[in-house]
């Protein structure tokens, strides 16, 4: 067995044992496999093992992956999320390629992507990045922004509103991890009970992935635990 299958393994047993502990449906759920600057043969090997779920940041890079396992590797039906900053210029690859954004905090960025999303794709799986409070990055909504924003985008036939994400403040201790994810699950659940196809909250990571499970996170985003660390040296 490669590494980077047992490595997946070992997440998923602890993704498991997370869920089990705060009494969470099995297999509710999900890992990302983050995949960015890694190369094909690092997600092959992972697809081949059955994962299916990659998420990737960097639009050009994220395009050449998946137009290279669309053209030789479509019988493994990976499933890829965008979950890097979007520029409005690069909207298009986006809307093309990818089957889920984590990443929407403007309004035109929806727009575009719904605009630019082809004719015989499905829907594109949306969720809004949130700002919870205590974060240091600069990006992501504030609640006010969530609920406008999602008006505009259940309007729009080709994106479907599934959710929320964030990245909180790097926090080591649980209780403060847990505050901020539980913050971010109250506001998905007012969400969901105006715009019914709100089920899915992406938090958790490394490092805050039990209590973003605790919390009630469905996709929790794991690179450098599956794949090493990465090498920034190519990336400009
Ligand atoms: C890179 C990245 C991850 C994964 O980070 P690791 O520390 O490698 O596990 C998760 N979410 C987002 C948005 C990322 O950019």
Redesign the pocket.
């Known amino acids: 067995m490669s590494s980077i299958q047992q490595n997946i393994e070992l997440i998923t047993s602890q993704i498991k044992s997370a869920e089990q502990k705060c009494g969470r449906a099995r297999d509710s759920v999900q890992l990302l496999a983050?995949s960015?600057t890694k190369p094909n043969q690092a997600i092959l090997e992972a697809a081949q093992a059955g994962h299916q779920l990659f998420?990737e940041?960097y639009v050009q890079e994220g395009v050449d992956k998946v137009q290279f396992f669309n053209q030789n590797h479509p019988e493994l039906a990976i499933e890829w999320h965008f979950?890097?900053p979007i520029q409005s210029n690069k909207t298009r690859h986006v809307a093309e390629h990818f089957a889920w954004v984590?990443t929407i905090d403007r309004a035109k960025t929806a727009q575009r992507l719904n605009d630019q999303r082809p004719e015989g794709m499905p829907p594109l799986q949306v969720l809004l990045q949130v700002n919870t409070s205590g974060e240091s990055s600069k990006s992501g909504l504030d609640a006010e922004q969530v609920f406008e924003l999602a008006e505009l985008i259940s309007r729009l036939p080709n994106l479907k509103l599934r959710g929320l994400m964030s990245?909180p403040a790097n926090v080591t201790d649980y209780d403060s991890q847990l505050a901020a994810f539980t913050e971010l699950a109250a506001l998905k659940d007012r969400l969901h009970a105006l715009y019914p196809s709100v089920d899915t909250l992406s938090m958790g990571?490394?490092g805050d992935m039990e209590a973003a499970i605790e919390a009630g996170s469905t996709i929790v985003?794991?690179?450098?635990?599956i794949f090493g660390a990465?090498d920034y040296a190519n990336k400009s």
Do not use: D, E, L, Y
């Open positions: 983050v960015k998420g940041n979950i890097g984590h990245i990571m490394s985003r794991i690179g450098t635990a990465r």
